[in-house]
C-alpha cells in the first residue's frame, strides 16, 4: 500500500515506469548471468512494481 507521499512522488508516470524497467533490467541481468538467487529476487521486485505501479496505480487515483 502506497501512503499519500509515496502517491505524490510517483505520480509522474515516467517515475513509475523508469522504476519498473530498471528492475526488469536487474532480473535480466541475474538471470544472465544464472545467479538463480538474486535472479528471483529482482523479478519479485520487478513484478512488485508493475503492479503496484503501473497496474493498480493508474485505478487508485480516486482513493
Known amino acids: 500500500m502506497l501512503t499519500e507521499r ?3 512522488f ?3 508516470k515516467w517515475r513509475r515506469v523508469v522504476l519498473t524497467a530498471v528492475c526488469f533490467a536487474w532480473a535480466a541481468f541475474e ?3 544464472q545467479n538463480a538467487f ?3 529476487i529482482a523479478t519479485g521486485a520487478a513484478v512488485y ?3 503496484e505501479y503501473i497496474y493498480k496505480f493508474d485505478q487508485d487515483k480516486g482513493a
Open 38 to 40: 538474486w535472479a528471483i
Open 10 to 12: 510517483f505520480q509522474p
Open 49 to 51: 512494481c508493475y503492479w
Open 6 to 8: 509515496d502517491r505524490n
Open 31 to 33: 538471470w544472465y548471468g
